[in-house]
């Protein structure tokens, strides 16, 4: 073992995250670099500023070099504030100016999905629909078809039930790409999120209007069977869905 006077002097030389290594030797080598002088080295070779004050801005500086020193990535979210049951989701679709589709979607149903799928759909949507990652999917029901020679838009806000307001997602976006590969007409939109974000801005949603495969297509009609909504530029996850809706300005 070292002497407590040798690993003293070499402590001071060693880069933070070796010493940090140093503190899961043992306990006498973790006892020597838990002293606060070793880790305001460490401190001062990154931010020498704050060794001028007399104590460090976070009480300890193994402290502050333990929190800043890396960039924190894969953060854990917080359990979200909003919840699918107090959600519903007002969705409106037209043909030109006609109304085709529309639709008072409780949350809840934005999660369950469509189960089962409809037979005459294209394997790529089927696999699509299957994979496990997170989804908010809904029926179209009633189905409706929309001729492709048509300008096809889309309305949707979102309401709580929890407090009686009101945001909006998409307002009278067009459908402007199809996917005849995958089945699916996109239409998007930036989000209105609230003031209190002021630095958050270019996340779109999306809304993808599912079709089957049919004959019709060739005929210049989509014969939509199901909705998607999702946020993919950002939101992948339940919680990051629902943090983000959190976001929105909320009237």
């Not at 990154?46 to 924190?72: A, D, E, H, L």
Request: proline share 7%; aromatic share 12%; net charge negative.
């Amino acid at each position: 073992m070292f002497t407590e006077e040798v690993l003293k002097n070499v402590f001071p030389l060693l880069e933070g995250e070796d010493l940090a290594a140093c503190m899961g030797v043992c306990k006498q080598w973790r006892h020597i670099a838990k002293d606060d002088f070793y880790w305001k080295c460490q401190c001062a070779k990154k931010w020498p500023s704050v060794c001028k004050r007399t104590k460090p801005p976070t009480g300890t500086y193994y402290k502050m070099f333990q929190t800043f020193s890396k960039r924190r990535l894969n953060r854990t979210l917080p359990p979200p504030r909003l919840s699918f049951e107090n959600l519903e989701f007002f969705v409106d679709i037209w043909s030109e100016d006609k109304p085709v589709y529309s639709g008072l979607i409780p949350g809840l149903a934005m999660e369950t999905g469509i189960n089962p799928l409809p037979s005459g759909i294209s394997n790529v949507l089927r696999t699509h629909l299957a994979k496990p990652d997170y989804k908010m999917v809904v029926p179209a029901e009633p189905r409706f078809t929309v001729p492709l020679n048509q300008t096809v838009s889309v309305s949707m806000l979102v309401g709580r039930n929890d407090s009686d307001k009101v945001a909006r997602i998409i307002n009278r976006s067009v459908f402007e790409y199809i996917d005849r590969s995958s089945y699916r007409a996109l239409a998007f939109e930036y989000l209105d999120l609230s003031p209190y974000y002021p630095f958050v801005s270019g996340i779109r949603a999306w809304v993808s209007l599912l079709f089957m495969d049919a004959e019709d297509i060739n005929d210049g009609v989509l014969d939509v069977f199901g909705i998607q909504l999702d946020f993919c530029d950002v939101a992948e996850t339940k919680e990051e869905v629902l943090w983000l809706l959190d976001m929105l300005d909320w009237k």
